[in-house]
């Protein structure tokens, strides 16, 4: 039996600290991408050079995305399996989703215009409108969605074939920041798949890519031997980049096994830091800290920091919001037993002096036992001959539904408020950010739309935001107008989902 199919079966919801965690670190992707280059900032904001022993806070981006998609595999898995996918199902999927960030990342490396033809930017915007195309969200029922895909499929083959005719050939070279992504899920998706969610046996996976990743760096096997070509050399990223994916997903395995056990799982979080933070202290004696070279320092330090932060996220979205929704539950179980026993007795002390020997028995019971508070003060004496033993269940259907109902409503406003991940006064700062963590190839996508219709409008910045301080509260702006421009996309039904 999957793990994802019993223990994530029944609390398959999405773990929100995963998505703001996602959100954040793709806002800060496109904050920092729109200041690369930009001249007057501190050299630490920046990437470190090639041979440079630094970690820019630019080189902790891409790391901390790759983390993000090894914390969604067991998610994702787990919820296909949910859906009824078999085995061979869920397979599939997993290609066709990485032939689909190579694909991208392919085009990605190839979007240079050509000269007296297509130029990048109407090459880049067809390019974008082909991924749309084939990989948009559509609805199941939409029976145009296969003739959409076709056209999608045609447009990118016709791109690569203009570009052949013009003698400019695709070529993968890095792969692009798609395609590495791809070659370090793969594997990751892959081994959790065929090792069925077990805990234990995807510990000892993860730790093998971390193995794979010091031995490529390492000579421990020569550079001419053929076994290391085999089994080292083909993988882009020499096995630095599935690393961090498999120590994402050994934060959500954790998760999943210590959740219900908070204290747990963050002393787990935070052995897991300080290891990979002792780690690249030591390794710091063989390899430099540089995200080009995807040095192992890199990695082990990128991690400690990845799983830090997702630790705070998680304690502060997840757990506190839990501990006040838990709070609400008791405060509505403790009120209505007190609305429904304490006040009642109160209610019935007092109606009890106020009823009058005349009445007959079976009313003084039956008003004393059922009515609710406002009751009390419209009983007069005089009302002895009026009270019938039918206004009882009149009562009884009429005031303590009211209230009962009333208090109910009431409290699970509050509950579902509290439950909405973050308090209501970050409600703005939420539903702001949102499409980052749920759109976020869209996301991803929507800088190079901005960047390609500027340029074929012939629209430029100032010169003032263009340097320094003001440069950066531009790219800080600019990243959360291009989120904004991806929650309009998906009110509009544009949405990349692969």
Same mark, same amino acid.
């Given at each position: ?43 630490w904001?920046?990437?470190a ?12 981006? !891409? ?23 078999s ?7 997993i ?7 190579l694909v991208?990342?392919? !085009?990605?490396m190839?979007m ?19 991924? !749309? ?5 559509y ?6 969605r296969v003739?959409m ?23 993968h ?18 081994g959790?798949?065929?090792l ?6 995807v510990?000892?996976f ?13 000579p421990?096997i ?16 020499g096995?630095t ?72 996220l998680?304690w502060f979205?997840?757990l ?19 609305v429904?026993s304490?006040?009642?007795k ?11 020997p ?17 009751m ?9 001959k ?11 259907l ?21 439950q909405?991940?973050i ?9 702001l ?8 190839l ?16 012939g ?5 003032a ?25 998906e ?8």
């Open positions: 039996m999957y793990l994802c199919r019993t223990d994530l079966s029944s609390p398959m919801k999405r773990i929100a600290s995963i998505d703001i965690f996602r959100a954040l670190t793709m806002i800060i992707m496109i904050f920092v991408n729109d200041y690369a280059g930009m001249g007057g900032l501190p050299h904001l920046h990437h050079d090639f041979d440079e022993d630094m970690l820019g806070f630019s080189d902790l981006v !891409f790391p901390a995305f790759l983390f993000c998609v090894g914390m969604s595999i067991p998610f994702a898995v787990g919820a296909r399996f949910n859906r009824g996918a085995q061979l199902q869920v397979l599939g999927h290609v066709l989703r990485s032939l689909a960030l991208m990342g392919i !085009f990605s190839n240079r215009g050509v000269e007296g033809g297509l130029s990048h930017p109407v090459f880049s915007l067809l390019a974008i409108a082909g991924y !749309f195309l084939i990989w948009n969200a609805p199941k029922s939409g029976r145009w003739v895909r076709i056209a999608g499929i045609i447009l990118l083959i016709g791109l690569v074939v203009y570009k052949d005719l013009h003698g400019m050939p695709f070529r070279g890095w792969w692009g920041i798609l395609g590495l992504i791809a070659w370090a899920y793969f594997p990751c998706a892959v959790y798949l065929c069925r969610g077990d805990f234990r046996k510990m000892v993860s730790f093998l890519t971390l193995l794979l990743c010091l031995l490529n760096a390492s421990a020569p550079a001419d031997w053929s076994s290391r070509a085999v089994i080292l050399g083909f993988w882009p990223g096995w980049h599935p690393a961090i994916c498999a120590a994402g997903m050994m934060t959500s395995m954790l998760l999943i096994r210590f959740g219900d056990r908070p204290r747990n799982l963050l002393s787990c979080y935070a052995g897991f830091a300080l290891a990979m933070f002792i780690l690249g202290l030591v390794s710091h004696r063989f390899w430099i800290i540089s995200k080009i070279q995807a040095t192992p320092t890199w990695l082990f330090f990128c991690v400690a920091i990845s799983v830090v932060c997702f630790g705070m998680y979205v997840d506190r919001c839990r501990i006040k929704s838990g709070m609400t539950k008791e405060v509505k179980s403790g009120m209505t037993k007190e429904k304490g006040m009642t109160e209610v019935k002390s007092g109606m009890t002096n106020e009823v009058k005349g009445m007959t028995k079976e009313v003084k019971l039956g008003m004393t036992k059922e009515v609710k508070c406002g009390t003060k419209e009983v007069k004496p005089g009302m002895t009026e009270v019938k033993p039918g206004m009882t269940k009149e009562v009884k009429g005031m303590t539904k009211e209230v009962k109902s009333g208090m109910t409503k009431e409290m699970t406003l509050n509950k579902s408020a509290i909405s991940v308090p209501d006064k970050r409600s703005a700062i939420r539903n950010i949102a499409p980052a963590g749920t759109a976020t869209t996301c991803y996508m929507m800088p190079s739309i901005w960047y390609d219709v500027q340029q074929l409008l629209l430029h910045w100032p010169a935001l263009t340097f320094g301080l003001p440069g950066l509260i531009k790219a800080l702006v600019f990243a959360f107008i291009i989120v904004a421009l991806t929650g309009l996309f009110k509009l039904h544009l949405k990349l989902k692969i």
